[in-house]
């Protein structure tokens, strides 16, 4: 019965892939999961996925992290959310904060000015090079000229 089921699963997805010429992630999730839980290993769902949905199939590295996650509990077909790049705004508040720092201590360096601010390096340079148009010249912070 589940080798009728696996085949009917398998020739629905294999027309959807003809009929739209592509076959959505869910998909291929759902089918790596039906195989997981007949006790397939990897490699063998691998190998079906490839003679039934040819150059849709997902690579064996994609097979074996949804075999991982399956291992761990995670049968979710949905995509989870990604964090993305964090949402960092320059405002003038910062811009002026880097500027007393600045004043202060000619000499400081980016890496305290961030680890006290709380946002990435990157940013802080980004901020001192282009809004505040200095340039560090022997280890102090001079404007450009």
Same mark, same amino acid.
């Given at each position: 019965?589940?080798?009728?089921?696996?085949?009917?699963l398998?020739l629905?997805? %294999?027309?959807?892939?003809?009929? *739209?010429r592509?076959? @959505? &992630?869910?998909? #291929?999730?759902?089918?790596?999961?039906f195989?997981?839980?007949?006790?397939?290993?990897?490699?063998?769902?691998?190998?079906?996925?490839?003679?039934?949905?040819?150059?849709?199939?997902p690579s064996?590295?994609?097979?074996?992290s949804?075999?991982?996650?399956? %291992?761990?509990?995670?049968?979710? *077909?949905?995509?989870? @959310? &990604?964090?993305? #790049?964090?949402?960092?705004?320059?405002t003038?508040?910062?811009?002026?904060?880097?500027?007393?720092?600045?004043l202060?201590?000619s000499?400081?360096?980016?890496?305290?000015?961030?680890?006290?601010?709380?946002?990435?390096r990157?940013?802080?340079?980004?901020?001192i090079?282009?809004?505040?148009d200095?340039?560090k010249?022997?280890?102090?912070?001079?404007p450009?000229?």
């Amino acid at each position: 019965m589940c080798r009728i089921a696996s085949l009917f699963l398998l020739l629905r997805q %294999k027309r959807a892939c003809q009929a *739209t010429r592509a076959i @959505s &992630r869910t998909s #291929r999730r759902e089918l790596s999961s039906f195989f997981f839980l007949q006790d397939k290993a990897p490699n063998e769902i691998h190998t079906i996925l490839i003679k039934t949905l040819e150059e849709h199939a997902p690579s064996y590295a994609i097979v074996k992290s949804m075999v991982a996650q399956f %291992k761990l509990g995670d049968f979710s *077909t949905c995509d989870a @959310s &990604r964090p993305g #790049r964090p949402k960092t705004v320059t405002t003038p508040e910062i811009i002026d904060q880097f500027h007393e720092l600045i004043l202060e201590d000619s000499r400081i360096s980016a890496k305290p000015i961030a680890r006290n601010q709380g946002i990435s390096r990157e940013l802080v340079g980004s901020i001192i090079h282009e809004d505040l148009d200095m340039r560090k010249s022997y280890a102090k912070w001079l404007p450009k000229c």
